[in-house]
Each structure stands twice: as structure tokens, then as C-alpha cells.
């Protein structure tokens, strides 16, 4: 694992333990490997965006959050609340690149969403034409 | 402020008040840090401080405890 994906899983690992402590959760990681999965990109790519690092393009954008929010809710990385863990993270992402989105339709959609029918690649999608 | 040395099982103990540790917002399982002074032959109590590492910026931490508590009712929901 690189530097920057260490980082991130901590960073996600901060975030799911401020949930569950404001959320009364259970804390801790359920399955470490489902989370390496989250941040590691195909091609060595990594979950950048998470970090704020600023990306050259909104496609690139869209195709990190389509794979993380397929794998941190298919792979269930965390003892609890993985959904709000999602959800928080996308919250302060779209802040953060100063997307215009609707807060109440991403949080229905991470509630709703069913990963054995819909891909990274349909999350994107879904970002993509919801979030500008 | 006098404290009196007690037992605690086969350990010794001293009772902290509850003024000194309201003030200090210590509950229990809080961790403390213990430093003694040999010389001086004094023991000081401190809050343990915790630092963030380096490599973080304590602004995007705080950003997104912000974010938890601006939209809390909306993420309270989310995995019930």
C-alpha cells in the first residue's frame, strides 16, 4: 500500500469512529481488506479525493466516488455505519469541489442503494448528473 | 486541597473530588497523564493531550466534524 492509501483509510477510519461515537455505534474495522479495497483504484490509482486533493477533471471525480461508495457499502469495511460513513464523506467531498447537489436525494440515495444491482460505474453515473 | 492515601485492593489510591474533575470534564475511563517531580517531590495530574499526526491537517478534520453536525438529522437515519 502507498503512503497516500494508508492515509486515507485512516482518514475513513476517523471519520466511521465520528459517527459512531456521535451515532452510537459499534466502532472499529470489520474487515481490512474490504477497506484497503475502497481506496485502492484500478491502474494504482487512489482515493484522493477524500483528502482534498484537488483533481484536474469532474469525470475523475465522479469515477473516485463511484468506487468508493460501491466498495465502502458492498464491502462493509466497518463493525457500523457504513451507510453515514458514506454519506458523511460525500457530504464534506461535494462541499469541498463546490458541487451544487441536494442533500436529502444523495442521503435517499446511499439509504436505498442495492450493490448487487447497481456498479461503481452506475454510481458515477448517478453523481454525474446530480451533482454539477 | 487534602486527600487522604487509600486502599484499593492490594493497590494504593486517592479519591479525586468531584469539583476537581467537573472542572477538568474527566469522566470515567478518561485517560490521565501522571508526571513526578523527585525532586520537588510532587505529582502533577494533566489531561492526556492527544496530537494529531503530522501528515494531517487538523482543518479537514475539523470540516468534517462540522459537516456531521450540520447535517446530524439527515445522517442519524442513514443506516437504521
Known amino acids: 500500500m502507498t503512503e497516500s492509501q494508508i492515509r486515507q483509510i485512516k482518514f475513513l477510519s476517523y471519520v466511521n469512529w465520528l459517527v459512531t461515537e456521535k ?13 484497503k479495497t475502497v481506496v485502492s483504484l484500478p491502474g494504482n490509482g ?30 462493509e469495511p ?28 444523495i442521503a435517499g440515495f446511499i439509504k436505498s442503494l442495492d450493490p448487487l444491482k447497481h456498479g461503481n460505474s452506475d454510481i458515477s453515473l448517478w453523481f454525474s448528473s446530480h451533482c454539477s | 486541597m487534602k486527600r487522604k492515601i487509600i486502599r484499593v485492593g492490594s493497590s494504593k489510591g486517592v479519591l479525586l473530588p468531584r469539583e476537581v474533575t467537573k472542572a477538568m470534564n474527566w469522566d470515567f475511563g478518561a485517560e490521565i497523564e501522571l508526571t513526578i517531580d523527585e525532586e520537588k517531590r510532587d505529582v502533577l495530574l494533566k489531561t492526556l493531550k492527544v496530537s494529531v499526526p503530522d501528515e494531517y491537517e487538523i482543518d479537514h478534520l475539523r470540516q468534517i466534524e462540522e459537516t456531521m453536525n450540520d447535517y446530524a438529522d439527515l445522517l442519524g437515519g442513514t443506516d437504521d
Not at chain 1, 451515532?23 to 477497506?35: C, K, M, P, V
Not at chain 1, 487512489?46 to 483533481?55: A, I, K, P
Open chain 1, 23 to 35: 451515532f452510537n455505534g459499534d466502532q472499529g474495522i470489520r474487515d481490512l481488506n474490504a477497506l
Open chain 1, 46 to 75: 487512489t482515493l484522493s479525493c477524500v483528502l482534498g486533493e484537488r483533481l484536474s477533471n469532474r469525470k475523475d471525480l465522479y469515477a473516485q466516488l463511484g468506487w468508493f461508495v460501491y466498495y465502502a457499502i458492498e464491502g
Open chain 1, 78 to 105: 466497518f463493525n457500523s455505519k457504513n451507510r453515514t460513513t458514506v454519506l458523511l464523506v460525500l457530504l464534506w467531498v461535494l462541499k469541498y469541489y463546490r458541487l451544487e447537489f441536494d442533500a436529502d436525494e
